[in-house]
Structure formats: C-alpha cells, structure tokens
C-alpha cells in the first residue's frame, strides 16, 4: 500500500509547474514530462512500436507512449494497481514478480517481442538505507528479467533507479547487456528526489535464451 503523503509534499505538489502542465494538456500524471524529456534527448519512441511499460498506473508514460506509437504501435502497461483505459493501452493488473503476470504479457504480445521496455516502477522508500536497498534491486533486477523475456535484440531500455550503493553494480551489469548507456535525470525530476534514468540501447540478448 502506498504510504499517506506529508502536508509538505502536498503542498509542493499543488504547486508544481508540471502538475498544473499535465492537467491542462491531459496528462494523468506529470511524470508523463519525464518521458517526454527522456525521450526529446534519446529518441526512444517511434511509430508503429510494441512497447512495455511497467509501474504505468495512473497512466501518463503509458499516454505519452501510445501517441508516440499511433494506431500501428502497442503499449502494454502492467501495474499493481488498477487504472482507466487508456486508447491502444493494453492494461495488466499484477505484481511484475509473479510469473502469470509475464506470460499474461507475453501472450498478448502474441509471443513477440518488445522494441523497448520502460520501467518508473517506485517502491516505498522508507528513507532508511538498510531497508530501502533491497526494494530497490528487487524492482531493477525485475526488470532485467522482463527484458530477458520479451526484449529484442537491439532493444531500448528506459528504468528508474534510486542513488543507493549496490544500484552501481547493477548499472555495470546494465552495461555488459546493451551497447549503449546514458544516465538521465530529467528536468521535471525533483531535484528532491534520489531518482534517475537509465536509457540502455542495443540489447546484446540473454545468453539464456533462445533467440529466433
Ligand atoms: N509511470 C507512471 C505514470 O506515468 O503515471 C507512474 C508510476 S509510479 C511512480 C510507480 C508505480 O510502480 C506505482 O503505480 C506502483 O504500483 C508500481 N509498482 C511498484 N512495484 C510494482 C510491481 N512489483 N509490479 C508492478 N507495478 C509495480
């Protein structure tokens, strides 16, 4: 269950720019910005795309996604928690850790495989070093094995990490995995926030797995 938010945070969030932003251009969440910057710099998205976006309730990146890709393109969004649809939006409510959930996935992708998998899943941070460690490189390693299972070779990977010290050896496992690596921190990221992104492109594929 996500933790109650803080009176300071609420007023922060009522007066945030991308708050006010996101619900006069129709946007679900201002994290759709952090997409949108993400992806003006790397040039993640294109038409005609099957992307999957993991953490996607209430549905901004999965909004910003599915303009990008057009009526061609897919967006598949998996979350915890439930969320209204969202046009080319196939939604799965679910833990991305329990296996059904990714087959679930990979049969609505009708076996194939993604050009990019997106990842702003957060856990709740506790603040606390010891505890929060641990949530963290359950989520970033979760990511790695959704990518094992639907990402294509030459694929993009765009995942949310936190600043904590064991996230280090997971980027350099990142970097034994993809050609390409660069470390994003958007503007509309609060500064406040130990969050960044990891853009990956050029996905060398799991040695585990069986290639078509
Ligand atoms: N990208 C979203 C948007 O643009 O609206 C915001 C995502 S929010 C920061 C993080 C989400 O990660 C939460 O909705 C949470 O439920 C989800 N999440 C955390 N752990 C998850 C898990 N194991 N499986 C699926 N979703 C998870």
């Known amino acids: 269950m996500a933790k109650p938010k803080t009176r300071n945070w609420i007023q922060n969030h009522v007066k945030d ?39 996607a309730a209430p549905g901004g990146w999965s909004q910003v996604a599915s303009r990008a890709v057009g009526k061609k393109g897919l967006v ?49 941070l506790a603040g606390i070093g010891d505890i929060d460690g641990p949530k963290i490189m359950d989520l970033a390693n979760l990511t790695m094995v959704v990518c094992e ?8 990977l765009v995942v ?13 496992r990142l970097r034994t995995v993809f050609n390409t690596l660069k470390i994003r921190k958007p503007a509309s990221s609060r500064a406040s926030s130990s969050e960044f992104y990891v853009v990956a492109k050029g996905y060398k594929g799991c040695v585990r797995c069986c290639y078509e």
């Open 17 to 55: 720019p991308h708050v006010k932003k996101s619900k006069s251009e129709g946007y679900r969440s201002r994290a759709s910005y952090k997409l949108l910057q993400i992806d003006e710099k790397d040039k993640l998205l294109r038409l005609g795309m099957t992307v999957v976006d993991l953490g």
């Open 76 to 124: 598949l969004a998996v979350d915890l928690l439930p969320f209204k649809s969202i046009p080319g939006v196939r939604a799965i409510k679910g833990d991305i850790a329990d296996d059904r959930v990714v087959k679930r996935l990979q049969g609505l992708m009708d076996m194939k495989r993604a050009d990019l998998i997106m990842s702003d899943m957060a856990p709740n």
């Open 149 to 156: 299972k639907v990402l294509k070779k030459e694929g993009f």
């Open 160 to 172: 949310k990490l936190f600043h904590h010290e064991e996230v280090h050896g997971f980027v350099r």
